[in-house]
């Protein structure tokens, strides 16, 4: 079964914490990607990633970065947490151009609460 | 760009009753476009998907046809069970990306 797996289900961080997410795919994707999902918002891209060491921002990758040193694992990484960082966290992974092959594989989110 | 329109929810419904979830989109090509699913507690799950016009995308007794004239890939259950509770996104693609757009999504709310 493929899978993508995020390290924590629920986190409590205090503000001005440095906080990593990690996630791994077992299905040798090239892309992986990172959301954030809020009420009334939906989805929003923060970071996506085609390759290793190879990264783009999304539409809100202010306060975030991320590293891929490894295909299987791509990490959130929030410098210096703030209490509107409070949120869920969803990544997933994809292999090719999406318009052909298609889907998303998502984990399962990390629900980040900052203090 | 590209955008993916959703009727705003939630949708609350009694069991057996019939679902209708809209989706209009705009986009500069000729996208695919999906439905994916996300159960309480969990990531989004791809539901079904089309790839051209007048495809029609099925499973677990979810529909949605890609109307190309009117833009638009509606997602229908003729008889939603307690257990289809969930938020609904719907999503295109365009060839040669690596990137989808999402709507914000429509929580479907079914009572017994």
Known sequence: DVKVTQSSRYLVKRTGEKVFLECVQDMDHENMFWYRQDPGLGLRLIYFSYDVKMKE???IPEGY???????ERFSLI???ASTNQTSMYLCASSFGDLGNTGELFFGEGSRLTVL | GNSVTQMEGPVTLSEEAFLTINCTYTATGYPSLFWYVQYPGEGLQLLLKATKADDKGSNKGFEATYRKETTSFHLEKGSVQVSDSAVYFCALSERGSYIPTFGRGTSLIVHP
């Open chain 1, 78 to 80: 929030l410098e210096s």
């Open chain 1, 65 to 71: 970065s991320v590293s891929r040193e490894k295909k």
């Open chain 1, 57 to 59: 921002k999304g539409d």
